[in-house]
Nanobody, 117 residues
Framework: QVQLVESGGGLVQAGGSLRLSCTAS????????MGWFRQAPGKEREYVAR????????AYAESVKGRFTISRDNAENTVYLQMNSLKPDDTAVYYC??????????WGQGTQVTVSS
């Protein structure tokens, strides 16, 4: 089963930027999509963004549209989440996921993003 390794989280001031990375442990020939969710303390996990692996088409939650950008590097089996104009409400553990063409979703271990006011 493919494993996902995330990196790039940290502490940033409001208005700042971070870039998260998520690398799959093996070639993603059969990948349908990858994306990101996040979970803030005491809240349910919520959708952030996704990217279709073959076409590159993207979709975003309304709360991050215009501030976050999801992209992929097929050769590196990596998906990125560029986060700009960060707000304290963006503080959460960010989880990447991969949806294969067949089979169930796999999640990464999560990376903490903290935005100070």
């Amino acid at each position: 089963q493919v494993q996902l390794v995330e990196s790039g989280g940290g502490l940033v001031q409001a208005g700042g930027s971070l870039r998260l990375s998520c690398t799959a442990s093996e070639r993603t020939f059969s990948t349908y999509a990858m994306g990101w969710f996040r979970q803030a303390p005491g809240k349910e996990r919520e959708y952030v963004a996704r990217i279709n692996w073959s076409s590159g088409s993207t979709a975003y939650a309304e709360s991050v549209k215009g501030r976050f950008t999801i992209s992929r590097d097929n050769a590196e089996n990596t998906v990125y989440l560029q986060m700009n104009s960060l707000k304290p409400d963006d503080t959460a553990v960010y989880y990447c996921y991969i949806d294969p063409s067949a089979g169930g979703r796999t999640w990464g271990q999560g990376t903490q993003v903290t935005v100070s006011s």
